[in-house]
């Protein structure tokens, strides 16, 4: 299974619609202070189905729908979709002749997140198993969020070694 | 669970140890369970020791060697059980130019040894100047994100005079 | 106790808002006393708004912005009571290029200000042709440090052609 | 009162003896990852007075002392020194006409710390006085320490507090 493209509607800073093809390799992401670089980790962890909105630098769930610039009015709903290839077998029924599967995850404000899998309604733990059972997920090991590095440096070693249970 | 975890430890450690090695072209560094006999209650401590140096626990070296060394066990997890995407954090910030080579040049492996895809969100010239491709993230309306293809060419040419 | 903590505050806080709002070119910021009648027991919450967005609390802002902000606040302590010496190890890691230069204008403004004088550890390029003096600190040996004089200029013809 | 200059030897990574004036205005501190940058800040608040081993990377105070490298033994004693210029009063008798102070502490293995100001031994408590009513000291919000700002940053707002108790 590859993860091929991440899109972004209406999440934190990316009110704008947002398409970012992953390709095979190395891609780097640059730009400015506060420009906009942790958001797009951020909202892949967020379509993965994480569920702690301080991981996320967020009060609460709401807080990650676009609030607003000086030229611009609050939004009331955000969308993140990652495009899945080569991903046959990944999803459970009805999708499991799917190789192409596109899975977001919809915020409401007041209303809560929606999860959908190429276009029907899921629950937020068959979006969660899915990314688990390929060895990935809001909590993969493989998304290092800024500064982790640092909170791994100073952890407690009882609070370092839950790193080992994710790889158990 | 516990001969689960312990297996992780064994695969863990093996990869950490060369890894370190391969990252600070020479030293030894290991992990150790302590503190407890149960290894599920135990914590991790990592020991390290850069060539000519002394062995020592993570928290007695400088800002680099800590980062470095951190990044050579979050790459050991990784290899243990590879992920289909990798995002890293600006985790170059406190290499200098010597140690962000190789990083860099342990990113090369990694995509060798794996089928992941990596995303290096990064201010490091050089890190610019060692990826496949670049995305730039950048605010042309104040408080609005938008993402551009940025030409690998010219962040190589800026990284080459730098 | 608690009229000079207030006092305090007040001072801060004044030195604060007007750092924030030169080193962001605009936007506002404030410190608040939060969570208790008494102000020995308090929290000191941070507030900040950079150009074009909008007041949040600290915790929300980006890497890059939390560090300028917090470099505000230490500089606001600082301005309260000048010390004979400052020490800054590696304050502009997370800084982009815009931000560190603004970051040195700040050091340029507290130089004018006080009769401190600054140490300022540092990897960045910018920083370094931004300095009146430069100590480089080696390893000849491994494991044994020595400290000379860097040329000036030299870092200086680095850091304009990066 | 001016910090004038900082002399180091047997401490931590600096085992030679080293002199670093410092002169007025910025002074850059450069140089590879490990090769001793940050030891030079812990130097000057430890020969202020600094108690804390811990807030200088060290499970004790003898770990200052230089340990040893692959070509070199370990030391027995360490000893930092400051030089202080238009420092006329700023420490009591038998000091007070003295405009040069020369304020060391030197460490020895299993034996603890002394303090001398101008060749003449004094309490650990007489320089952190000294330093304390000059507006600096060991835990002087202007000495910045490697991640410091990160741990401001993150701290609990009743811990970011005691900032403000410096500035009192
Ligand atoms: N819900 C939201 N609506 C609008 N903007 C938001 C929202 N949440 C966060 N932001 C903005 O996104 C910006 C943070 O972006 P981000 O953390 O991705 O920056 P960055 O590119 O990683 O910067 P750095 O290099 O400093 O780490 C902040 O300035 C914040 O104001
Ligand atoms: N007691 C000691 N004896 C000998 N060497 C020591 C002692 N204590 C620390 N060191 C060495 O000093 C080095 C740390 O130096 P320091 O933290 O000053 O580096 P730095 O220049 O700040 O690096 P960075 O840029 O990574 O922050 C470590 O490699 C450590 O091995
Ligand atoms: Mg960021
Ligand atoms: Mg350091």
Redesign the interface.
Known sequence: ???AELRLAGF?????S?R?P???????????N????????EA?RWVMGATSAKSMRADDMDSVIFA?????PAREHAEVTLVLKDARGRAGAPFADDDVLEVSRRIRRGLGSTYRINGKDVRAKDVQLLFAD???GAN???????G???E??AA???N??R?????? | GRR??L???E??NANFTKLFTALFEGGAAELT???SDDPL??????MAQ?????LTT???????????T??A??FA??L????????????D????D??VDRFCRL??EM?KLT?????????N?V??S??????????P???????VS?DLTR?RQ?AA??
């Open positions: 299974m590859n993860i934190k800073s990316f009110v704008d947002v970012a992953i390709e095979p390799g190395l891609t780097g992401v640059v730009g400015p506060g420009c906009g670089k942790s958001n797009l980790l892949v607003g610039s000086a030229a611009r390929a060895s990935t993969s090991p493989a998304l290092v969020r800024q982790q590095v640092s791994l440096i407690k070693p009882e370092r070694r790193i080992l249970e994710e790889a158990a | 689960r975890l297996a992780a430890y695969t863990v369970l302590t503190q209650a135990a914590g991790l401590e990592i850069p060539p000519g140096k002394k993570l928290s007695l070296m400088s800002g680099g060697e800590q980062a470095l951190a990044t066990l979050i997890v990784f243990a059980n590879p992920a289909p995407i990798c995002v890293l954090d600006e985790v910030a406190p290499l200098d010597a140690n990113l090369d995509k089928s992941t895809r990596f995303l290096v969100i990064t201010h010239p890190t610019m060692r990826v496949d491709r670049l995305y730039g993230v950048t605010m309306e104040l408080g609005v994100s938008q993402l940025v962040a800026l005079t730098a």
